[in-house]
């Protein structure tokens, strides 16, 4: 694991931080420690090389916006569809091979899928 990007997530852990930038830093793995950050209401995670997001995401009981566009994600974790003020989700640019079009984004304001797979919201 980059220790940068680990110094990065536990400096916004103890600085109660509600945004996180964790784009462009080519991570494959996201550093556990992510699920300390509660308060983080913003997560970047757009242009790295994830595969799938962490489970740890889901338990941001207060994230708003998630950023996952230009990744390498296959799947999504079940996790993420238990963020209920999340309101903005972008997951295009990715080879999303299978993901319900019955995945309950009702509060969701602006789901941008993958450029080739429609969703129903």
């Known amino acids: ?20 930038n ?6 494959a793995v996201v550093p556990l420690q992510l699920a300390n950050a509660k308060d983080l209401l913003c997560l970047q995670l757009n242009n790295n090389r994830l595969i799938m997001p962490p489970e740890e995401v889901g338990g941001l009981d207060q994230l708003q916006e998630l950023s996952l566009d230009h990744n390498q994600l296959t ?4 996790s993420l569809f238990h963020l209920v003020h999340l309101t903005y989700l972008n997951i295009s640019y990715n080879p999303l091979s299978n993901v319900s079009p019955i995945v309950d984004f009702s509060s969701v304001i602006m789901l941008k899928p993958s450029a080739n ?3 129903i919201l």
């Open 1 to 20: 694991m980059n220790s940068s990007v680990d110094q990065i997530v536990i400096h916004a852990c103890n600085e109660h931080s509600t945004s996180l």
């Open 22 to 27: 964790l784009s462009h830093l080519d991570i």
């Open 117 to 119: 797979k429609k969703y």
């Open 75 to 78: 799947i999504l974790p079940s």
